[in-house]
């Protein structure tokens, strides 16, 4: 079987390395399509392949109807929004993430945003400590428990809600987390909120004006999630009313320069997408991805099924 990464951000060549090792000693052919500027170098690319590797590439439609010989798709991490669910099951493929694979990369991100607002950017300016401080987790996934691991280490109060713990709180108590009912409690008891859900019709733009309000005067919110779960004329407005209030985010939004010109000091946002931008990161997510498609076209395994 023919395995394609098609990576518009490749990955590095020791990752690469090591998938091409799994995909051969299994039998398989290993092609690459890196840094394509064009997506009909894409679907040129896809015609002949069996099973596709991918990062934050788009894989819609058009990319799916000129796969014919496509079996699977895999995320090399956790999200796969960048990935026509709908149509890759009208197809017949299987699509599949790599979910904990970038977790601690993203999770250490989170407290090197936190620790630069907290601190004012680093200009002199007295800022405010975390110990103490309550975090609250919007999502408790494998980024999330990582969160709450490292906040303990700073001595912040954690605090979390997810489908899932509002069901069984318990599951937070080997974590150190105390669980809420609602988004609406998580943010009337945090001073802090890191974001952590997929974007999706019931998430998408969910981060609104309501709920941002239910934190302090000075509440930070970090999003290394997806930019479209932030409402961004809620976010402005906010940060336009309370002139201590600070937002860091990897995903830089749409309104990026307004923001950037209007709360300097206090706005942080990566140029792109950086949250799982770890050697150790870049590693895991290809080498777990060319496992999984091994396991999928040998016997049929779909544990990371999403589709």
Do not use: W
């Not at 699977?72 to 149509?87: F, H, P, S, T």
């Not at 943010?187 to 997929?198: A, F, G, K, Q």
């Not at 290809?286 to 496992?291: D, R």
């Amino acid at each position: 079987m023919k395995i394609l990464i098609a990576t518009e951000k490749p990955f590095s060549k020791e990752a690469v390395s090591g998938i091409r090792e799994i995909v051969e000693k299994n039998g398989h052919e290993l092609a690459l399509l890196e840094k394509y500027t064009d997506k009909k170098e894409l679907l040129d690319a896809v015609q002949t392949a069996n099973a596709l590797i991918i990062r934050s590439d788009k894989i819609d439609k058009e990319v799916l109807d000129a796969a014919k010989e496509l079996k699977i798709v895999v995320r090399a991490g956790a999200g796969y929004d960048n990935v026509d669910l709908e149509a890759a099951t009208a197809n017949n493929v299987c699509v599949m993430n790599t979910p904990g694979q970038n977790s601690n990369a993203v999770a250490e991100l989170v407290f090197g945003m936190l620790v630069y607002l907290a601190r004012n950017g680093y200009t002199g300016k007295a800022g405010t400590e975390l110990r103490g401080k309550r975090l609250g987790l919007h999502a408790f996934g494998y980024i999330g428990k990582l969160v709450a691991e490292i906040a303990q280490g700073f001595g912040m109060k954690v605090f979390a809600f997810s489908p899932s713990l509002a069901r069984d709180p318990k599951l937070g108590e080997p974590h150190g987390v105390t669980a809420c009912q609602n988004p609406e409690e998580l943010y009337d008891n945090s001073d802090i909120v890191s974001l952590h859900m997929p974007a999706n019709a019931h998430t998408k733009e969910s981060i609104n004006y309501e709920l941002m309000s239910r934190l302090p005067e000075n509440g930070i919110i970090i999003n290394t999630a997806r930019k479209e779960v932030i409402h961004e004329a809620d976010m402005v407005k906010i940060m336009t009313e309370r002139p201590n209030f600070k937002y860091a985010t990897d995903i830089p939004p749409a309104n990026n320069a307004e923001m950037a010109e209007k709360f300097a000091g206090r706005y942080l946002a990566s140029t792109k997408k950086c949250g799982a931008q770890t050697a150790e990161a870049n590693m895991n997510a290809g080498l777990a991805a060319a496992e999984q498609i091994v396991a999928f076209l040998e016997s049929g395994d779909e544990t990371f099924k999403v589709n």
